[in-house]
C-alpha cells in the first residue's frame, strides 16, 4: 500500500460542522476572508484535520477539467491551514502538486505554485527525505516547482530540522545531477548556496559562474563573494527574520489575498 493510499484509508468521515461551514462559503464565488470560521476550524483541529484531508483528496483526485475557481481556492485554503497544523498526512497531497504536468499547472495551482510550495513542503514535511531529493532532479516536473523545493532544505535547516552537514551533502550532490540539468534549478541552487553561507562549496559554485550554467540575471559571482565575507552568523541570522524561510502559520497573511476584502 502506498503512502497515499495508506493517508486517504487514515482520513475519518467527519459529521457535518466546521469544515461543511468552510466548504458553503467556499462556494460564494467572490467570498469574504471567513475570520471567526477559519479560527473555530484551527481551535478545533482534531476534529477538522481528517475533513481537510478530504478536501485536499477530492481536489487531486478529480480532473483537471473540473477545477473551478470555487474549488481551487477550497483546497488551497485547506492545505494552507493543514500547513499550520504541520500535518504530516498532508505532505503526500503537496507532493503531488509538485508532480502535476507542466501544462496543467497554472490551471490547478494558480498563483499558490512556487510562492508557497516551499512552506507547504516544509510545514507538512513527513521525513521522506529521498521524496524531496526525487522531485528537484526530476527533469520532466516544472523547473520553477523543483526550484521551489529547493527552497524547502532551507525553510527545514532554518528551523534546526537539517544539520548542516546534510544540506551541504544534498546540495553538493545537487551540483553533480543539475550540472547537464539547463534549467534554472541549478541558479537556484547556487542562490541557495549563498542564502546559507556555504563558503565549503565554493568550487563548486565557481565552476557553475566559469562553465557559464548559471543565470546571470538572478545570481552572479560577485554578489555571492560578497555574501560569503559576512560571517555564517550574520547569514544565519538574516534567515530567521526573513519570511520565505519560514513556516505557514499567520493564515490571513498568507492566504487573505484570495478573498474580496483583503485585496
Not at 501544462?103 to 514535511?125: K, Q, R
Request: glycine share 4%; charged share 30%; proline share 3%.
Amino acid at each position: 500500500m502506498s503512502n497515499l493510499e495508506k493517508t486517504k484509508e487514515s482520513i475519518k468521515p467527519v459529521p457535518v460542522g466546521l469544515v461543511q461551514k468552510l466548504r458553503d462559503h467556499m462556494a460564494d464565488p467572490e467570498p469574504e476572508y471567513p475570520h471567526d470560521l477559519i479560527n473555530k476550524i484551527v481551535e478545533q483541529r482534531e476534529q477538522t484535520t481528517d475533513g481537510l484531508l478530504a478536501i485536499a483528496d477530492e481536489y487531486l483526485q478529480g480532473s483537471m477539467r473540473d477545477v473551478t475557481i470555487e474549488k481551487w481556492r477550497l483546497s488551497m485554503v485547506a492545505l494552507f491551514i493543514l500547513s499550520k497544523f504541520r500535518e504530516k498526512r498532508a505532505f503526500e497531497y503537496m507532493v503531488r502538486l509538485c508532480k502535476i504536468p507542466p501544462y496543467a499547472l497554472e490551471h490547478v495551482l494558480g498563483d499558490v505554485s512556487t510562492g508557497h510550495m516551499p512552506e507547504f513542503l516544509a510545514s507538512t514535511f513527513d521525513g521522506n527525505w529521498d521524496v524531496l531529493y526525487s522531485l528537484v532532479t526530476n527533469q520532466d516536473l516544472n523547473e520553477y516547482l523543483r526550484a521551489a523545493v529547493i527552497n524547502a532544505y532551507v525553510v527545514l535547516y532554518t528551523h534546526d530540522l537539517m544539520f548542516r552537514e546534510q544540506i551541504l551533502a544534498i546540495f553538493s550532490n545537487l551540483f553533480k545531477e543539475l550540472y547537464d540539468d539547463r534549467s534554472y534549478v541549478l541558479t537556484k541552487l547556487v542562490r541557495k548556496c549563498d542564502t546559507i553561507h556555504a563558503t565549503e562549496l565554493s568550487e563548486q559554485i565557481e565552476k557553475c559562474f566559469d562553465d557559464g550554467v548559471i543565470e546571470f540575471f538572478f545570481v552572479n559571482r560577485e554578489s555571492v563573494k560578497k555574501s560569503f565575507f559576512r560571517s555564517r552568523a550574520e547569514a544565519f541570522a538574516k534567515m530567521k527574520v526573513y519570511p520565505e524561510y519560514d513556516f505557514i502559520d499567520d493564515l490571513e497573511k498568507v492566504m487573505g489575498w484570495m478573498f474580496r476584502d483583503n485585496n
